[in-house]
């Protein structure tokens, strides 16, 4: 099983991107999805987050702006940033909780933590 994130740069003040994460292998059944992110010198945080049942959860610091999606069928998971600020500028990396498909049983796993690997959001001024 593998994420694969994409869709960060550079972007002015104020602007605007969009991430896009898709998960991809032998998956049985994909749980919660979010996006995380890392600045320098600060832990990884929660962004956003949402559940197979469409249920969103968000850092106070990005309500409003960002906006999480996603299409479970397609296992890809989207976040539309808007009115990015200097201090959105981070390292962001998707997670997703996932049942894969056991390749010698066949038969579905535990739900395990993956996670992409980091996309760069730079926001300059």
């Known amino acids: 099983v593998q994420l694969q994130a994409s869709g960060g740069g550079l972007v002015q003040l104020g602007g605007s991107l969009r991430l896009s994460c898709t998960a991809s292998?032998?998956?049985?059944?994909?749980?919660?999805m979010g996006w995380y992110r890392q600045a320098p010198g600060k832990q990884r945080e929660l962004v956003a987050a949402?559940?197979?049942?469409?249920?969103?959860n968000y850092a106070d610091s990005v309500k409003g702006p960002f906006s999480i999606s996603s299409d479970y069928r397609s296992n890809t998971m989207w976040l539309q940033m808007n009115s990015l600020m200097a201090e959105d500028t981070a390292v962001y990396y998707c997670?997703?909780?996932?049942?894969?498909?056991?390749?010698?049983?066949?038969?579905?796993?535990?739900?395990?933590?993956?996670w992409g690997e980091g996309t760069q959001v730079t926001v300059s001024s």
């Open positions: 949402i559940a197979d049942g469409g249920s969103t």
């Open positions: 292998g032998r998956i049985f059944r994909i749980k919660d």
């Open positions: 997670n997703a909780k996932i049942r894969a498909i056991g390749a010698g049983t066949g038969l579905p796993s535990d739900s395990v933590d993956y």
